[in-house]
C-alpha cells in the first residue's frame, strides 16, 4: 500500500513539472507575441495622436470662423475631432492593457521559473502531496479567484458601465447639436467630469492589482500611499506609524508583505465595521514586523474560514513559509489586532 501511495505520488510530482514546464513555453511564446503587438500599436498610436493634432488645429480655426462657416461643415468638423479623439482613446486602452498583460506575464514567468528551481528534477523522496500543502494550495487558488471576482465585480459595476455612458451621452450631445449648442455644450462638460471620475478609479484599480510603485520605490512608500488612498475610499481613521531603518526588500517579500497588510485593512473595511485602524510597520536589521489593530466588531480567531473567509489562512501560511510568525488576538465586540514578523531578506 505505500509503495503505491509513493508511485502515485512520484507520478503528481513529474505531472506537476511538465505543467510547469508546458505553461513556461506558452507564456514565454505568448510573451513574444505580445511584445510585437506593442510594438506595432505604440507606431499606429504615433499615427493618431498626429492625427489628432491635425484635427484639433483645424478644430480651432472652425471654432474660430462659427458665424462664417456652414453648420454642415462644422457639424463634419466636431465629428471628425470626435472620431479621432475616440480612436485614440480606444488605441491607449488597447496599448494600456497590452502593457499590463505584458507585466502580468513577466511575472508569472517569473514565478515559475523559480517554481522549477524549487522542484529539481530528482524525484522526492518523500510526499509532496500531503493534505496541509494541498490545502494550502487550493487555499492560495481560492484566494486568488476570490480577488479576481472582486475586482471584475468592480469593473463591471463602476467602468464598464461608465464607459457604456459615455457612448449614450455622445450620442445625446450629437444629437443636440444641430438643436440646441447650449444643451450640447453642458453635455459635454458632464462627459467630461464622467470621464475624469472614471479615469480616477480605472487608477485606483490598476494600483490595487500591482502598484507600479512598489517596484520602483519599496515597500514603505507604497504603503504610505496606499493608507491615502484607503481613507478616500473607506472613510476610516487610519493612523500609520513606521520605525526602524528604510531599505529596499527582495522583492518577492515586499509583494507578500504589501498584499497581506493590503488583505488586513480590506477585511477590516469589509468585515469588521471599523471606524479606526492603527497600521505599525517596523523594520530593523533582521526582521520586518507590521500590525494592524481595529476597533470593530472582532471575531473567533478559532473559526477564520468557516465563513469562507481564507484571507487570514493564506498570509499564515505564506508568513510560515518565510520563516516567520502570525499572532491573532481579537475578541468578539473589542475589535482586532493581527501581527506578522518575518525574517528581513534585504535587495543586494
Known amino acids: 500500500m505505500v509503495d503505491n501511495e509513493a508511485t502515485i505520488e512520484v507520478e503528481q510530482y513529474d505531472a506537476f513539472q511538465e505543467e510547469v514546464a508546458s505553461e513556461l513555453e506558452q507564456s514565454q511564446r505568448a510573451l513574444k507575441e505580445i511584445t510585437l503587438m506593442l510594438e506595432q500599436n505604440q507606431i499606429e498610436l504615433n499615427k493618431l495622436t498626429q492625427r489628432n493634432t491635425s484635427i484639433v488645429v483645424h478644430l480651432q480655426q472652425v471654432q474660430a470662423q462659427l458665424e462664417g462657416l456652414p453648420r454642415a461643415d462644422i457639424r463634419t468638423a466636431y465629428e471628425s475631432a470626435l472620431d479621432a479623439q475616440q480612436r485614440l482613446f480606444g488605441m491607449r486602452h488597447q496599448l494600456e492593457k497590452l502593457q499590463g498583460d505584458q507585466s502580468h506575464l513577466e511575472r508569472y514567468i517569473s514565478l515559475l521559473t523559480q517554481t522549477q528551481k524549487m522542484f529539481p528534477g530528482s524525484k522526492p523522496n518523500k510526499k509532496i502531496g500531503s493534505g496541509s500543502s494541498s490545502a494550502a494550495l487550493e487555499m492560495l487558488i481560492n484566494a486568488q479567484e476570490a480577488e479576481r471576482q472582486r475586482l471584475s465585480r468592480k469593473m463591471h459595476d463602476g467602468p ?51 502598484p507600479m510603485m512598489l517596484d520602483d520605490l519599496g515597500l514603505v512608500p ?19 506609524s513606521i520605525s526602524g531603518t528604510e531599505r529596499r526588500l527582495e522583492p518577492y517579500l515586499e509583494v507578500m508583505l504589501f498584499r497581506s497588510l493590503q488583505e488586513l485593512m480590506g477585511n477590516a473595511a469589509r468585515h469588521s465595521q471599523a471606524t479606526q485602524l492603527k497600521v505599525q510597520v517596523n523594520l530593523d536589521d533582521h526582521s520586518v514586523r507590521i500590525s494592524v489593530d481595529d476597533n470593530g466588531k472582532g471575531f473567533d480567531p478559532e473559526k477564520i474560514g468557516d465563513n469562507g473567509g481564507i484571507g487570514l489562512k493564506v498570509i499564515k501560511e505564506r508568513v510560515d513559509m518565510l520563516g516567520g510568525h502570525l499572532a491573532i488576538d481579537s475578541v468578539l465586540g473589542q475589535g482586532s489586532r493581527v501581527e506578522m514578523d518575518v525574517p528581513a531578506v534585504f535587495a543586494s
Request: glycine share 0%.
Open 160 to 210: 464598464a458601465q461608465a464607459l457604456s455612458n459615455f457612448i449614450l451621452q455622445t450620442e445625446i450631445a450629437m444629437r443636440l447639436f444641430d438643436i440646441d449648442q447650449v444643451r450640447a455644450k453642458d453635455e459635454l462638460i458632464n462627459l467630461k467630469m464622467a470621464a475624469t471620475n472614471t479615469f480616477q478609479k480605472v487608477r485606483n484599480f490598476i494600483f490595487e492589482l500591482r
Open 222 to 240: 507604497t504603503v504610505k500611499r496606499y493608507m491615502d488612498t484607503f481613507k478616500e475610499q473607506t472613510s476610516i481613521e487610519v493612523t500609520l
